[in-house]
């Protein structure tokens, strides 16, 4: 099938990005998919920022950075901070302590360790409830961001502001234009006026033909949500590619009666051959396949395969009365960094369960927001997904995945559901609490992962960025997600 021609002359002043999913509105604290987090990341900011791996206050936002006070009557540390003269959301209103105190009150995580409060002469206040907290760690976070709810949109004191919105699963759907209240302080302002997000849905099959052929076009200017193999047959556009601090997993629901007991969750891991679901997704599975949870960046130590096969489960299940036979499982709705192709991987894993007597249902989400309502209702006994690095701390991102106070819930907010298999156990609790105050103590998690088995990792993401070459500066970081203010079209 020949290629379409390029028929679209590119707009200096416009930047078109292609996504896939679905459109339902932003918000700031709760966006978990990478449209969301795309989004909040040009119109949000923190106080705190990575500068070259070193956590420092943003002096547009503090004029000081956070000191102990005090302690507080409870026996624990109480801090402050100070907020910098004239700094303003998108709309022109002064940012306040109050602003800032709810902004960061709508943090779970936030929220578990420390009360917020303003406090007179532009003060912050942060009064702890647990020893060693870390409070600048959790100000940089991605999602302690500050903002308020604006005539029309969510505004922020990020380079750019939401102009139009409209919700759907196809078509343009929000347009971002220059914050005209946006102080760069040691950055670059903006030379890209506008930024326009089209939506564009999986064909049958759960593939982005669509979007790939808008690229191909010159429709699209820039996007995220081409897995590798589609990128790779595409002419005419840069494409930019790095390992991801991403891993996919097939996550057991620990709360369904069949998959409560350890063993039968290790028996079922023991059918899963993380080379045949890697071989599916990459010409070089070697370099994919999941040897642990963490991705390769992030990750202590080397760590070798588990031992699997039919053989090997179908013996450890044979020991199990009470094993399950069927069991119902729920997918993302499409390509994602860390799992390009999950329809095909999920018929392996179909493939794989069945040769050791269980069957399984498979269930693709429409949406994201229809897949983390099925998170929520809890009523799948598997779910074949992943999790992208929030920031470089290989602790953090084990506890994002097996930590109680990540659970998912009916009621719990999905920033904070990141532990999507509802695995609760005071013992990796503790042995999290230890590897944060102690990194050598990684060693412990991962032991206890291993006896638990809450989840199968199966292989690890990659990033891919493809972009018209009259988009120009682009660097993709660490994490993958770009920062649209230092683009220029030309």
């Not at 920022?49 to 950075?65: I, N, T, Y």
């Not at 303003?118 to 206040?125: E, F, H, N, P, T």
């Not at 033909?209 to 076009?217: G, H, K």
Request: charged share 25%; proline share 8%.
């Amino acid at each position: 099938m020949p290629r379409p021609p390029k028929s679209r002359a590119f707009d200096p002043t416009t930047l078109t990005v292609g996504m896939l999913g679905s459109w339902e509105g932003l918000d700031p604290w709760e966006a978990q998919e990478l449209f969301g987090v795309v989004v909040r990341q040009q119109c949000f900011e923190s106080l705190y920022r990575r500068v070259e791996g070193e956590l420092r206050h943003d002096p547009r936002f503090l004029a000081q950075p956070v000191r102990m006070e005090t302690m507080g009557l409870n026996g624990k540390p109480r801090y402050t901070t100070r907020l910098a003269e004239g700094l303003r959301f998108s709309d022109g209103r002064p940012v306040q302590p109050e602003d800032v105190a709810r902004s960061l009150g709508r943090v779970a995580t936030l929220r578990e360790v420390t009360r917020i409060k303003a406090a007179g002469s532009g003060r912050v206040q942060f009064s702890t409830l647990v020893d060693d907290v870390d409070i600048e760690f959790q100000l940089a976070q991605i999602w302690s961001i500050i903002g308020k709810r604006g005539a029309g949109f969510w505004v922020g004191t990020g380079p750019y502001m939401i102009a139009e919105e409209s919700q759907g699963a196809s078509g343009e759907v929000l347009i971002l234009t220059r914050n005209p209240h946006w102080e760069p302080g040691d950055r670059r302002k903006p030379t890209i006026e506008r930024i326009a997000f089209r939506v564009y849905p999986v064909d049958e099959r759960g593939r982005p033909t669509a979007l790939r052929e808008a690229v191909e076009s010159g429709e699209v200017d820039f996007t995220l949500m081409l897995p590798r193999d589609v990128a790779k047959g595409l002419q005419g556009v840069r494409k930019v590619y790095q390992p991801g601090q991403s891993t996919a997993f097939l996550s057991f629901n620990c709360e369904r009666r069949s998959l409560r007991n350890a063993a039968v969750r290790r028996a079922l891991s023991s059918a899963i051959d993380p080379w045949q679901v890697a071989r599916v997704c990459h010409d070089n599975p070697a370099a994919f396949a999941a040897r642990g949870v963490l991705p390769p960046a992030m990750a202590p130590t080397e760590r070798s395969l588990p031992k699997y096969g039919a053989e090997t489960a179908a013996a450890a299940l044979a020991e199990i009365p009470d094993r399950p036979t069927r069991l119902k499982m729920l997918t993302v709705w499409g390509p994602r960094p860390y799992l390009p192709a999950p329809a095909e991987v999920a018929a392996v894993l179909v493939e794989q369960f069945e040769a050791v007597g269980v069957k399984v249902e498979v269930e693709r989400a429409a949406s994201p927001q229809a897949f983390f309502e099925a998170v929520r209702r809890g009523h799948h006994d598997l779910i074949l997904s992943g999790h992208i690095a929030e920031n470089p701390d290989p602790v953090d991102f084990l506890a994002a995945l097996l930590s109680s106070k990540r659970s998912a819930a009916v009621d719990a907010a999905m920033a904070s559901s990141t532990n999507i298999g509802r695995f609760r156990d005071p013992d990796m609790d503790r042995a999290l609490a230890r590897a944060r105050a102690d990194a050598t103590q990684i060693a412990g998690v991962n032991q206890r992962f291993e006896e638990c088995c809450p989840l199968v990792p199966l292989m690890y993401g990659a990033s891919v960025a493809v972009h018209g070459w009259h988009v120009r500066d682009f660097d993709l970081g660490a994490q993958g997600i770009p920062y649209f203010a230092d683009l220029s079209i030309g």
